[in-house]
């Protein structure tokens, strides 16, 4: 634009056929021959005298870069100069300056460029006190706006990288139509935040709360100072945080946490205790809606494909609005909604999330969960105590539960600290005070210490059971160690069998069987005939028998490996020294007396223990009881009986169930597809279009 300016200049200086007289003409002219002292000297004359030409001609001096009084402020100067004498040039002036080029015209295309000049000037520069200088000396500039907002951009950047909060503040007082001016004061707030509590200690939020009460960033230092308070997660803890902070937002979930862990067990005792304890507990309400909720059992059952929850009265205690729902225990139940797990208590409310692929039931106020086929343990107030990171979490035995991680694994104790480091290739659940683990693969018994207290030297291995004894395999060969660590049994037998009752049956390579005591001694010769289902039938019962093979036929021993019943039959029920027991041969089953005596003859295809001496038996047309003597008590009608203790007898006809009781009265008003006895209270029943619930002690149906 400048360059079309003098150009146009130039061309009228030219052409023109009128001269100037005086200092004005003689300046046009040395400009037009570049002799820019000249023209200066001339136009400054003039300009004094408020010539607005003269004023028109120096700028455009002072904004030619070809010279050596190239300055764009002087330019702007004189520009304005000229704009501000030109309303008094006279018309007559004002028709000879228009030979020259000269009008306001002129002078706005020269102020334009002027303009446009130093705006690239103060561009290229990128400086607040360039940009400052162009708002406060170029206002009238079509860039204005421009400059103003590439300021405030730069100023913007620079007090970030400062990041202080005095360096925000005094952006938003020296800015205060910045359109940076929101996102200024969120800093300025966030950086005041951190600059005070950067230690990150209680007293440093309690400092920030007690300086800036209507921040933004008060309910956060509020939220660090229970987090960190509590951050242990017990009963103390909270409470202590509800006595040094009364008016902090969490003090309400203190409270409700304070009485979740204190009355982990969920008991009415254990609610009425807590009451007294903490007497200004502000839910009371809501506890003594718990206090006689406790003492009721809800029952989870399912209609319309939706589970809720029943009390023994059969009346509905939860809405039916569950995908899946478990028994409470400890207060708690295991809902399902919607493909995810959570956990509610007595009144409905959501304790535990629906955000979890599986939660086991609470144990001492501890379960665990899973998301994404990871497992953790949280408590009751759904806090992680175990990281979502591990492969498997087993039940806690002895305060210790087995966890694996990528193929390894270890023990954690109920606070979710790793008891025993996951350095195993395999593991058990600790029983008795130890475990089985295995090294380098091969196996030995570690304690609760992670000790080992046999050696990894096992093909396979066992827990050690209640007195103290555990079976191991090193190649073919079993053998038998004790808790001490010493080896009561070498590995020389093919088999040994469980421990049951203080003996267990020990196999040699030849196929015969004894048996040994807990100290490892045999109570007889290896004289029995071993098969493999020996090992599971062959076992002394807590009076001191047990069934043996002899050429093919069973008999009984006692614990001196004396014979009390001849090996001459082809199987033998639970042998009952003082009563009836059953007896097979020839395919076919009867009753003996103590003194092997047959007493029932062989007339049938099942028959069972005597019971209160009744017996269930079975024959050719199906199941029925008889008594001691044989008499049949019930009729052989049924498809199967099942003894139910403390109740009666289960009984299938045809397709539907009943049940019956101890003196074969019908205890339910029908017969149904299936039955099953829930507690000592109900019982549930089910056709194929609808459930029904029987209250035992009623003696009717509560619920359908």
């Known amino acids: 634009m400048q360059k079309q300016l003098l150009l146009l200049f130039t061309n009228i200086l030219l052409f023109s056929s009128v001269s100037f007289a005086g200092k004005v003409e003689r300046a046009f002219k040395a400009l037009e021959i570049y ?21 028109y001609g120096l700028s455009i001096i002072y904004s030619t870069n070809n010279n050596p009084f190239y300055a764009l402020d002087s330019a702007k100067k004189y520009i304005q100069l000229s704009e501000q004498f030109f309303p008094n040039v006279s018309d007559r002036k004002l028709q000879k300056y228009k030979e020259y080029g000269f009008d306001s015209t002129a002078i706005l295309l020269l ?46 950047e620079q007090t970030k990288e400062i990041g202080t909060p005095e360096a925000y503040f005094m952006f938003m007082e020296r800015y205060p139509n910045a359109s940076q001016l929101s996102e200024a004061r969120a ?19 309690s400092t920030f709360l007690e300086q800036y009460p209507e921040s933004p960033f008060a309910n956060k230092a509020q939220d660090e100072i229970y987090k960190r308070t ?15 902070y009364p008016s902090n937002r969490n003090v309400n979930i203190a409270w409700r946490n304070i009485y979740k862990l204190y009355t982990r067990e969920y008991t009415a005792e254990k609610i009425a205790e807590f009451r007294l304890d903490y007497p200004n507990y502000p839910f009371m309400d809501e506890l003594m809606v718990d206090f006689e909720l406790a003492a009721k059992k809800f029952y989870p059952i399912k209609r319309d494909n939706k589970y809720g929850f029943i009390d023994k009265e059969g009346s509905e205690m939860l809405p039916f609005e569950f995908d899946w729902a478990d028994f409470f225990s400890e207060g708690i139940a295991i809902v399902e909604k919607d493909d995810f797990v959570g956990a509610i208590n007595k009144q409905g409310t959501v304790i535990i999330p629906f955000e979890y692929s599986e939660i086991e039931r609470f144990n001492n106020g501890i379960a665990v969960v899973s998301k994404q086929g990871k497992f953790g343990l949280i408590n009751k107030l759904n806090q992680l105590i175990l990281p979502l990171e591990y492969d498997e979490i087993g039940i806690f035995n002895d305060g210790l539960a087995l966890i694996s991680k990528n193929n390894y694994f270890g023990y954690i104790g109920k606070n979710g600290v790793i008891e025993i480091p996951l350095i195993y290739q395999s593991a058990g659940a600790f029983q008795n ?15 609760l210490k992670g000790e080992a207290v046999i050696d990894f030297i096992a093909d396979w291995i066992e827990p050690f059971n209640v007195d103290g004894l555990a079976r191991a395999r090193v190649g073919s060969k079993y053998g038998v160690f004790a808790n001490n660590g010493s080896m009561i049994v070498d590995f020389q037998f093919e088999n040994i069998s469980e421990f049951s009752n203080g003996y267990a049956l020990v196999a040699d390579s030849t196929n015969k069987y004894s048996f040994i005591n807990e100290k490892g001694k045999l109570i007889s010769t290896m004289s029995f ?3 493999p289902e020996a090992l599971s039938f062959s076992k002394f019962s807590k009076e001191g028998f047990a069934k043996v093979i002899t050429k093919g036929k069973i008999g009984i021993i006692d614990t001196t490996g004396e014979k009390v019943v001849p090996a001459i039959f082809d199987a033998i029920g639970a042998y009952l020294p003082k009563g009836l027991t059953a007896v097979k041969k020839k395919g076919k089953w009867g009753y003996m007396n103590p003194e092997t005596r047959l007493v029932i003859s062989y007339d049938y295809e099942f028959a069972g223990e005597f019971i209160n001496g009744k017996a269930i038996v079975r024959n050719d047309m199906g199941f029925g009881i008889i008594n001691e003597d044989g008499k049949q008590l019930l009729p052989f009608e049924y498809n199967s009986i099942k003894w ?48 029904e619930v029987y209250n035992r002690i009623k003696g009717q149906i509560v619920w359908k």
Not at 116 to 124: A, P, R, S, Y
Not at 197 to 202: A, E, F, G
Not at 644 to 668: A, C, H, Q, R, T
Request: charged share 30%; with cysteine; aromatic share 12%.
């Open 644 to 691: 139910i203790d403390k109740l009666g007898y289960l009984v299938e006809k045809g397709m539907e169930k009943n049940l019956l009781s101890m003196d074969f009265v019908p205890i339910l008003p029908k017969y149904y597809q299936s039955i099953e006895v829930i507690d000592e209270n109900l019982i549930k029943c089910a056709t194929l279009n609808s459930v």
């Open 433 to 447: 005070g130890y475990a089985y683990a295995e090294m380098n693969g091969k196996k030995g018994i570690i304690n």
């Open 230 to 244: 509590t951050a242990k997660g017990q009963v103390k803890d909270y409470v202590e945080f509800v006595k040094n």
């Open 187 to 205: 800093n300025y707030e966030l950086s005041l935040y951190e600059s005070i509590t950067h230690s990150q200690s209680i007293e440093s939020y």
């Open 35 to 55: 002799n820019y002292f000249k023209a200066k000297e001339l136009f400054e004359k003039k300009v004094n005298r408020h010539d607005a030409a003269a004023a």
């Open 111 to 156: 102020k334009d460029s002027i303009h446009h000049k130093k705006f690239k000037e103060v561009l290229k520069k990128n400086s607040i006190k360039g940009y400052n200088h162009f708002i406060s000396n170029y206002s009238d500039a079509k860039q204005l706006e421009v400059v103003v907002s590439l300021r405030n951009e730069l100023a913007f």
């Open 529 to 531: 005939d071993f098969i």
